[in-house]
């Protein structure tokens, strides 16, 4: 199975700033890379999907990049609403791993 | 307007039964995969199976291999997870989710229906 592994865990960012989340895959997924955003008490959202395209109705400080076993996702100047907890997963072969989370806090 | 209704959570005993189902509507079901993905109290999410549109390819997380079944009725817009020798482990919340079509990703998720197992 393949593992994905998401750095940091937990991020403190404040509003405005530009974060940078990673998630690396223990073999190559391509581009099958799909990121999401969670809020408590909420169902996953998807934000990116085949490593770098945006989903419909994102906003476009969300971005995707990477191939092969390492992916990032970008949010450029932080919004009060983009604080939650972001996923990455691949889709490349079943079964179709998470990351385990990285949860973006306020500073 | 894409809407997925799961039912069929609820507190069950360890070893036994429990089948969910998920109702879609608003999009032409059979076109699509469709997925169950998990959440355990204050974990992350874990992908549990998926079933192609004409259920000819299956796929299942390690963890519920040879004890959960996935399948459809395209004909009732409907996605079934028959859960058996449910553990404590199994205690989650269940989502269902339509696949994006090809590209990778779940673009529309139901709220979830909460399996709990304990004795």
């Known amino acids: 199975d393949i593992r994905m592994t998401q750095s940091p865990s937990t991020l403190s960012a404040s509003v405005g700033d530009t974060v940078t989340i990673t998630c690396r895959a223990s073999?190559?997924?391509?581009?099958?890379l799909a990121w999401y955003q969670q809020k408590p008490g909420k169902a996953p959202k998807l934000l990116i999907y085949k490593a770098s395209n945006l989903e419909t109705g994102v906003p476009s400080r969300f971005s995707g990049s990477g191939s092969g076993t390492e992916f990032t996702l970008t949010i450029t100047g932080l919004q009060p609403d983009d604080f939650a907890t972001y996923y990455c997963?691949?889709?490349?072969?079943?079964?179709?791993?998470f990351g385990q989370g990285t949860k973006l806090e306020i500073k | 307007e894409v809407q997925l209704v799961e039912s069929g959570g609820g507190l069950v005993q360890p070893g036994r039964s429990l089948r969910l189902s998920c109702a879609a509507s608003g999009f032409i079901f059979d076109d699509y995969a469709m997925h169950w993905v998990r959440q355990r109290p204050g974990k992350g999410l874990e992908w549990v199976s998926a079933?192609?549109?004409?259920?000819?390819?299956?796929g299942y997380a390690d963890s519920v291999r040879g004890r959960f079944t996935i399948s459809r009725d395209n004909a009732k817009n409907s996605l079934y997870l028959q859960m058996n020798s449910l553990r404590e482990e199994d205690t989650a919340l269940y989502y269902c989710?339509?696949?994006?079509?090809?590209?990778?990703?779940?673009?529309?998720w139901g709220q979830g229906t909460l399996v709990t197992v304990s004795s």
């Open positions: 997963q691949h889709y490349i072969t079943y079964p179709y791993t």
């Open positions: 073999q190559s997924v391509v581009s099958w």
């Open positions: 079933i192609s549109w004409n259920s000819d390819s299956l």
């Open positions: 989710a339509k696949d994006i079509s090809g590209d990778g990703g779940c673009d529309f």
